[in-house]
């Protein structure tokens, strides 16, 4: 069945995996620009952006190996059925079982927002919370090796469709939320530092 579908869609594949490829290398600069918008604090000393940066390159590698296994799986339909259901097992499980590096991305920088305590924060608060759900919801992808059905197979709601929705939806409001940052006003930064702590008596 595997074999027959590789056949059968074998120039879509291809030219998705083209477009996954080139896609997912914008994930590095990205990564960048929101991993800097986070103010620095003496306890951070730079970790935490790196390790966003570090991350964002490890998923691009991820995903490019897992698209060019699928290409090669693709490429000859003559193939035996037992050889491209093995080429589409491995590129699955590249793609999704390397969950822990997705979870720490997230993680990095909802801590880095948390650390983010100056007068005016490049993130919302709300957003570190959000980080670190989306970390939780890519665990599931671990259990794909334990499971060849169900919805913690590979192609489960699980494994594969919870942890692809909550990483999608991290990513289009990390971005909406960077542009605002990126976008702010100069002198911003200083608009709450001018706020009064307490009642100024007229003299």
Do not use: K
Not at 13 to 41: L, N
Not at 148 to 157: D, E, I, K
Not at 183 to 197: K, L, Q
């Amino acid at each position: 069945m595997i074999a027959d579908i590789f056949a059968e869609r074998r120039t879509g594949i291809r030219f998705g995996a083209i477009i996954m490829m080139v896609g997912t290398m914008f994930w590095i600069p990205w990564a960048a620009v929101v991993a800097a918008q986070p103010r620095r604090t003496e306890r951070d000393r730079g970790v935490l952006p790196q390790t966003q940066v570090g991350c964002a390159v490890a998923a691009t590698a991820i995903v490019i190996i897992a698209m060019l296994i699928w290409v090669v799986a693709a490429f000859r339909p003559d193939r035996s059925p037992e050889l491209i259901q093995t080429l589409s097992d491995l590129g699955f499980v590249i793609s999704i079982m390397p969950f822990a590096v997705f979870c720490v991305w997230n993680v990095a920088l909802g801590l880095a927002i948390f650390a983010d305590d100056g007068p005016a924060p490049a993130y919302p608060r709300w957003s570190a919370y959000l980080c670190m759900w989306t970390a939780l919801l890519y665990v599931p992808g671990g259990a794909l090796a334990f499971f060849q059905t169900g919805p913690l197979a590979w192609n489960g709601a699980f494994a594969f469709f919870l942890p692809a929705i909550a990483f999608f939806i991290w990513l289009i409001v990390m971005t909406v939320l960077t542009l605002r940052s990126i976008n702010r006003p100069p002198g911003a930064d200083h608009e709450f530092s001018t706020i009064p702590t307490s009642r100024q008596v007229p003299a």
